[in-house]
């Protein structure tokens, strides 16, 4: 398979965890056809870094965030974390690397056992692990709970459709907390939250990264949530990598057209910009079939012939900036030797 | 994508300002009539049982092979209506059709829900470990469960009775395997097979469920994930099933003893009694009536139970 | 059916819809929750009219309440709604069958829960074409194509037999506007028509609404939680707040000039493009209030960092700007106001105070 290419990819002794060729197909039903959810993508992500991971809807940010966690593996590829190869990892070697990763997932209250009381649910990876004391155990999650706004004692003996989504939230973000992760996907954590809301735990994700040094993916279809917290951010287009930027960078200089639709999707609280802004047409095609060459050249305003039969590699037109395009709106620098 | 948290399914949304959130107001425990149906249903459950434990001690209730003297004074066939002199009337060899319905409420009742704790106990743990495993497992689950349900369920019945009674008289460590456990082992593994296929497919739906994956990824295992995160949800289908598979299996128990694949003779079903009695409905309509209207009440009592239980198993039901 | 709406006596010059006092409040076990407290308004034909506010503002509530769509069980409702010039507020489920569809229409949220799984697309839309015009079978389901062909759905032929699983987020909501404006209704009442869609899709279903608004001559209600919505694409702004009205203007008007400092929190909690990242966005502290038990003064003053002991006793009514005699708001300190600017520049100081601690260090 034609990769996007790695030039993206940084040698660095911080890497904490490293995707390379990572592919994830799903059977369709007994037709012998295969879903292309993830196509052979490449990426890095340093010790303290956030990094996002933009795409519409189905272009396969969630399967990508699940194949970091082997849930399920990946169909090939490597994933690499914290120095150790997790696709050859046995089953229980992966549970236990598993507790230095955390998922949140994007419904708040789906993620929560609508059975189980809400300091409980929080309690159970301690549980699961038998870490500490009784005593011990119980502390770390009130201790946790405070942290992310939520009453301890109303916690013990509430469940979570009692509260709301944004409250359910921090309560995913509490859980993911306890095993002290290096490590957390956040898989669209706020896109079913109010703007309000969003801004809260977008707040809380902040606080809580600087406090215990964590590491984050962060997923999003919205550029603008994903600017604010990334560090770098990976766009994604059904199953590929079209740019890679640090998010200035990104919003400053996007090079990738796919890029510049995303900025432009955007909508904008000021009437005036609002209005002279329109929307691509048609949706990606089906990741069963997907268009040879260029995956975006259907939709593309810039598609040459080129685009439709050769793969655009990854190549860096700026400093941490690289794109996948023919044609890019910026023009490619020829980095020597990296 | 998934749905957005809209305000309407979370009426609790609109709470005081978070730093300060209140812990609700302990709930105030007000005695509301719960309606007519459920208060019918656990009434006539309730006596049921108690007059079927107790009737040995309950002077009113003569024992099931007791003769009542017809108003001739000798036994006959029968003699009496519904009345004073037998409640229910008497049968075709004098016996007191009150006093068999209530004797034969020990065996029915007992043989159902025996049954149905078997096959909830048998099918669903297939249903739980074939919808979670998937693969392999699943599709042995699935060749079992296709092959009870593909046979007649009598034609499966009469098999099983029959095999069951030759093994029970072969092995001599199946001493205890009398005829009614026979019947309740019977009847079960007739449940077993729709209960595994509702429990199956509730599991692989909840199995994709997020909080699943949230347990998967914080490394439980599977018995884990199976027991603690699935199951309890599990709890409203298993009991809406159970409920309305205990009153069929009531009156399976019954068409069993049509077939004469009863219980050891002597001992009252509600089955044996309609089954003896049918033939003379025209001239004593109460031998017949009687039982059924037993089996109609409690079979319906059940489903009312089951329909409520599940309800209030129901978490955004019960919630509000 | 359509004779009761002819027989009514039709306002056509005055507004398409008014409202006056409306109230809708259930009736819980916690006690009544005031979902609507007291609102009131009026939408021009042909005009698009954005509701915007938190999650549990009232917003859902107020639109259904205005389609006659709310549970009949412990609702409690009050005031009065004209939908041309006739009073819709007290009429049944039986006699507001004839204004659904062809008068009032509404899409809803969720594209997912909201069409049938097992019906062929092709006969949701036309059935209520045969059922409320009394179309033929042929003509229903040619109508139908056309209107999956308005909606931007390629190849409608072949779209009109499949099932809602064998479509997209985005093609399902373009079927449920598709649905919706079946029986050309004069008012489109979209409830967060997008929230469940990515950036891209709500891009398009929001141009689409627009597009199909003056096509049709038709009046649009927008609801939803983010201004970034409404901005491109209504005329007019309602925000609510705690079941109440707090703002209402022209949408230029609002942004260019707004007054309450709900409206401006609301504003401010959206995540810039152009700030650099890792902005501390400066969300609202705090949720909405219980509606069962709200604040007595201004519903706001518990989160509002502009908060007096004025707001906290007396409830701030709705009353007009000096400058626009339709731009209403419900603030006692509003923007721009010298108490607010007063206290707005005391937050920069000591935000930058503390920022030159956090630096110094
Ligand atoms: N278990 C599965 N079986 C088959 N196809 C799948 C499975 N999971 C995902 N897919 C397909 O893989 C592709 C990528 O899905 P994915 O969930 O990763 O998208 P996404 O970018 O996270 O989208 P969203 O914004 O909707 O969450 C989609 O086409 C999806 O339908
Ligand atoms: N059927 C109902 N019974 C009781 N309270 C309700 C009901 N429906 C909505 N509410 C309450 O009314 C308030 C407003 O709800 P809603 O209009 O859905 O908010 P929004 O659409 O602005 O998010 C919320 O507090 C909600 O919990
Ligand atoms: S490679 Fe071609 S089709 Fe793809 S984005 Fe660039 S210009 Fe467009
Ligand atoms: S009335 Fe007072 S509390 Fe309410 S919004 Fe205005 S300044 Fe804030
Ligand atoms: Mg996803
Ligand atoms: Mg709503």
């Known amino acids: ?338 | 994508m998934t749905t957005t948290i809209d305000a309407t399914t979370a009426p609790e949304d609109a709470a005081a300002p978070l730093p300060a959130a209140p812990t609700p107001p302990a709930k105030k425990r007000k005695l509301k009539w719960p309606g007519f149906g459920i208060v019918f249903a656990v009434g006539f459950l309730g006596s049921l049982t108690f007059l079927a434990i107790f009737a040995d001690y309950l002077s009113f209730i003569p024992y099931p092979d007791a003769k009542i003297p017809g108003p001739d004074g000798r036994p006959g066939r029968y003699e009496w209506g519904p009345g004073t002199a037998a409640w229910f009337g008497t049968d075709g060899v004098s016996g007191d059709v009150f006093s068999k319905v209530i004797y034969g409420a020990r065996t029915s009742l007992q043989v159902g829900i025996f049954a149905t704790v078997f096959g909830i106990l048998v099918g669903g743990f297939l249903g739980v470990i074939a919808g979670y495993f998937r693969g392999w497992v699943d599709r042995i689950v699935m060749i079992i469960t296709d092959c009870l349900l593909a046979l007649p369920a009598l034609l499966l019945a009469i098999i099983l009775v029959d095999r069951l009674s030759d093994l029970a008289e072969d092995a001599s460590w199946l001493g205890w395997l009398s005829r009614k456990w026979t019947i309740v082992i019977t009847l079960g593994i007739l449940a077993t097979a729709p209960l595994a296929r509702i429990v199956r497919a509730q599991t692989l739906s909840l199995r994709e469920r997020e909080f699943v994956l949230a347990a998967r990824s914080l490394g439980a295992k599977p018995g884990r994930v199976m027991f603690r995160e699935i199951l309890p949800n599990l709890i409203p289908a298993i009991l809406t099933v159970g409920f309305t598979g205990l009153s069929i299996l009531i009156a399976a128990e019954g068409a069993l003893a049509f077939l004469g694949l009863g219980v050891e003779v002597g001992t009252p079903t509600w089955g044996k009694l309609i089954d003896e009695n049918r033939n003379k409905i025209d001239e004593a309509w109460w031998a017949t009536i009687f039982p059924c209207l037993m089996l109609f009440l409690t079979v319906l009592s059940f489903n009312i139970i089951g329909d409520r239980l599940s309800r209030r198993f129901d978490i955004r039901q019960a919630g509000v | 059916m359509s004779d009761l709406i002819q027989a009514s006596s039709r306002d056509i010059d005055g507004p398409l819809l008014v409202l006056k006092d409306v109230t809708t409040h259930f009736k819980t076990p916690r006690g009544l929750v005031r979902a609507v407290d007291g609102v009131s308004f009026t939408l021009d034909r042909g005009k698009a009219l954005g509701i915007v506010g938190e999650s549990g503002s009232g917003k859902t509530i107020l639109s259904r309440s205005i389609m006659g769509l709310l549970p009949p069980r412990g609702t409690v409702r009050g005031g009065s709604i004209t939908f041309e010039g006739r009073e819709i507020g007290n009429l049944g489920r039986k006699e507001m069958r004839s204004v659904w569809g062809k008068e009032m229409a509404m899409i809803f949220q969720d594209p997912m829960t909201s069409l049938n799984p097992v019906m062929k697309i092709g006969r949701q839309i036309a059935e209520p074409l045969q059922i409320h015009l009394g179309m033929t079978k042929q003509n229903a389901w040619a109508t139908a194509e056309r209107l999956l062909q308005d909606v931007r759905i390629p190849e409608a032929k072949r779209r009109l037999e499949q099932y809602p699983h064998e479509m997209s987020g985005g093609m399902r909501q373009r079927v449920m506007i598709a649905i919706a404006l079946a029986c050309g209704p004069t008012a489109l009442f979209a409830d967060e028509p997008t929230t469940a869609l990515d950036v891209t899709v709500q891009a398009q279903i929001l141009d689409l609404l627009g597009e199909q608004r003056r096509d049709r001559n038709m009046s649009l209600v927008l609801v939803t939680h983010d201004l970034g919505v409404v901005a491109g694409h209504t005329d007019e702004i309602a925000v609510m707040y705690g079941g109440k009205l707090v703002e209402k203007a022209t949408t230029k008007g609002l942004f260019a000039n707004m007054k309450m400092p709900y409206t401006e929190a609301l504003l401010n909690s959206i995540p810039r493009l152009e700030d650099r990242s890792h902005t501390r966005l400066s969300a609202i502290a705090g949720r909405p209030p219980d509606l069962v038990n709200p604040p007595k003064g201004c519903r706001f003053a518990p989160r509002c960092p502009y908060a007096q002991p004025k707001c906290q006793n007396e409830e701030p009514p709705l009353v007009p700007t000096a400058e626009d005699p339709n731009h209403l708001y419900a603030c006692w300190y509003p923007v721009g106001s010298p108490e607010n600017t007063e206290i707005k520049v005391r937050i920069a100081a000591s935000k930058s105070e503390f920022a030159a601690a956090a630096g110094g260090n």
């Open chain 1, 1 to 338: 398979m034609a990769g996007t290419g790695k030039a993206h990819l940084r040698d660095s002794p911080d890497v904490l965890l490293r995707i390379e060729d990572l592919v994830v197909e799903f059977p369709v039903g007994r037709t012998g056809l295969k879903v292309n959810a993830v196509s052979g993508i490449s990426l890095d992500v340093l010790r303290g870094e956030t990094l996002g991971l933009v795409g519409e809807s189905g272009c396969g940010k969630s399967t990508t965030g699940r194949a970091i966690m082997q849930l399920p593996r990946p169909t090939s590829g490597s994933v690499v974390f914290e120095g150790s190869e997790l696709t050859r990892l046995t089953g229980d070697e992966m549970r236990e690397a598993r507790t230095r990763m955390q998922m949140i997932f994007q419904d708040p209250i789906s993620s929560l056992n609508p059975r189980r009381k809400v300091r409980q649910i929080v309690m159970e990876p301690l549980n699961i692990w038998k870490r500490g004391t009784d005593a011990e155990r119980s502390q770390k999650v009130d201790s946790i709970l405070e942290e992310v706004g939520i009453d301890p004692t109303r916690a013990a003996e509430s469940q979570p459709h009692q509260f709301s989504g944004g409250q359910c939230q921090r309560i995913s973000i509490a859980r993911s907390l306890v095993l002290d992760p290096s490590l957390i996907i956040c898989d669209e954590p706020v896109s079913a939250l109010d703007v309000s809301v969003q801004a809260q735990v977008l707040n809380l994700l902040e606080d809580l990264k600087a406090e215990y040094g964590l590491t984050l993916i962060f997923i999003a279809h919205d550029l603008a949530v994903v600017k604010n917290i990334s560090d770098r951010v990976a766009v994604m287009y059904l199953g590929k990598i079209c740019e890679v930027a640090p998010s200035d960078v990104l919003y400053e200089n996007p090079a990738h057209h796919y890029t510049s639709v995303l900025l432009n999707s955007i909508p904008v609280p000021d009437p005036e910009v609002a209005v002279t802004k329109t929307a691509i047409e048609g949706e990606p095609p089906s990741p069963v079939l997907p268009p040879p060459g260029c995956r975006f050249n259907p939709r593309c305003p810039a598609a040459q012939d080129i685009c439709r039969t050769e793969e655009p590699q990854l190549r860096a037109v700026g400093d941490g900036h690289f794109v996948a395009c023919h044609f890019p709106t910026v023009t490619p620098v020829e980095l020597s030797t990296r």
